[in-house]
């Protein structure tokens, strides 16, 4: 099932974790090894994606932050 623009949810594809359409790289790889330090295009050769593919992760990580609630729980 697609849930963003490139990005689809396969309960048989690495237990349902969202991955790249197509592929079996899920996003959290892609968003991992960008915070790790790897270039975009580093990553594009590593698993094989196009720079829109991981683009899309990268959307989709931001829409998942645009989404979080933090509540303080004070002092």
């Known amino acids: 099932m697609e849930i963003a623009q490139y990005i689809t949810v396969d309960p048989a594809i690495h237990h349902g974790?969202?991955?790249i359409s197509?592929?079996?790289v899920?996003?959290?790889i892609i968003i991992g090894s960008l915070a790790g330090g790897m270039s975009k295009e580093e990553v594009m050769q590593e698993y094989e994606l196009?720079?829109?593919q991981?683009?899309?992760a990268l959307s989709y990580a931001?829409?998942?932050v645009k989404q979080t609630t933090v509540t303080a729980l004070g002092a």
Do not use: H, N
Request: cysteine-free; overall charge neutral; hydrophobic content about 30%.
């Open 50 to 52: 196009s720079k829109t």
């Open 62 to 64: 931001t829409d998942l």
């Open 22 to 24: 197509g592929t079996r």
């Open 17 to 19: 974790t969202p991955v």
């Open 54 to 56: 991981v683009e899309a």
């Open 26 to 28: 899920p996003v959290s």
